[in-house]
Every structure is written in C-alpha cells, then in structure tokens.
C-alpha cells in the first residue's frame, strides 16, 4: 500500500475530523508518542539514556508521551523544555503524567548531560514550522549535531517546514524520523529527506 503524502493543512483538517468523529486529539498524541516509542524499545534491546528535546506546542506533547513510555520501560529519561514551561494545554496534560524518573533540566545544562546521552530526540515545533530559529535552539541544535548520540525526529526535523516551503539554516539533522499518519511534502523533497534520515509512518488511529 502506498503511504500518503498530505500537506500540512490537510493533515489538519484529518485530524479535526478524527476528533469530531471521536478519535480525540489527546488519544492521536497518545497513539503518536507510544507507538513511536515501542519502535524505538525494538530497536535497542537495552535501555538507553535518551534526551527529548521539548517546544512549547503539540510536538512537545508526543514527546512527553514517549519519555513517559521510555521511562516505564526502565529507560533513563530527561527532558529540555527550549521554549519556556508555558506548555499546550495537551502537552501540559502528559508533563504531569511524567513519572518521578524523567529529570527536568535546561538548556545551561546541555553539556553536562549530553556526554552520558545515548539518543536525543527532537519534539521542538514539527510540521508547523516557519521562519528561522531561535539562536538558542539553534545553538543547541548544533551542540547535539556533534555529539556521539543517535537523533530521532518526531513528525518533521525542527526548521523544515512539513510543506517543504522553505529549511531554516541549522535545522535539526535526524537519523530517523516518525512521520505521523501521513509522509509531509518536506519528508519528499531531497532536502528534507537528507534532514529525516531513516523515515518510519506511525498510524494514529485506533
């Protein structure tokens, strides 16, 4: 079967259609972040000290869910809040279902954890993307590009915008990325694809 390619604003109204037909928004993040959380448990047979990187929005909420997953599974878990810790009312939801093991830390703290970090996982802005980024985010972006770690990508490497429009200068570079439900236009394009590494759709229905 071919795996759809959606804009990103037809993936909206998808999801706009699911929650009115009962498929919550809270369950399609739920299904988003475990799911790509039990592929990432088959993938490494041992735990693995994993770093989320955290925006403000819904692609932080996936990425809290899979900490928590990870966490569950025995896994060493931190997280990075990059864009403050006024969170999206469904993200702020799943960071208080964290179990007492994930640690909360900022960006000052980057150099101390990051030598003792297996995988870093990007849930910064996915698909929504515009413009350039942050210098902070940036920065931090460009430590973790030299660092001896495996990099995942949740719905689209930050800086690409999932319609492929435009790829800010220092986007993240992933290894793997989670497509959710449907390939975005950017995850098509050969310099988006390049940013994506290894791409793995998640189903988000039930």
């Not at 990425?63 to 809040?81: D, E, K, N, Q, Y």
Request: with cysteine.
């Amino acid at each position: 079967m071919n795996t759809p390619v959606w804009t990103v604003a037809q993936m909206k109204t998808w999801e706009d259609t699911q929650n009115r037909e009962g498929l919550s928004y809270a369950r399609m993040m739920e299904h988003a972040g475990s799911r790509a959380a039990k592929d990432l448990l088959c993938r490494f047979r041992s735990s693995q000290h994993t770093l989320i990187l955290c925006g403000k929005g819904n692609n932080a909420g996936d990425g809290l869910v899979l900490a928590r997953v990870l966490s569950l599974h025995g896994w060493p878990v931190t997280i990075m809040f990059l864009q403050g810790q006024q969170l999206s009312a469904l993200a702020e939801a799943n960071r208080k279902c964290l179990p007492v093991t994930v640690d909360c830390i900022n960006v000052s703290q980057l150099h101390t954890v990051l030598p003792s970090v297996h995988l870093v996982v990007d849930a910064v802005y996915g698909t929504g993307f515009h413009g350039e980024l942050p210098q902070a985010i940036a920065r931090c972006f460009a430590v973790v590009s030299q660092a001896d770690v495996f990099k995942v990508a949740l719905d689209m490497p930050s800086g690409v915008a999932g319609d492929g429009e435009e790829i800010a200068a220092g986007s993240f570079q992933a290894q793997l990325t989670y497509a959710f439900q449907a390939l975005k236009p950017a995850h098509c394009l050969e310099q988006g694809r390049r940013l994506c590494g290894e791409i793995v759709r998640i189903d988000l229905l039930d």
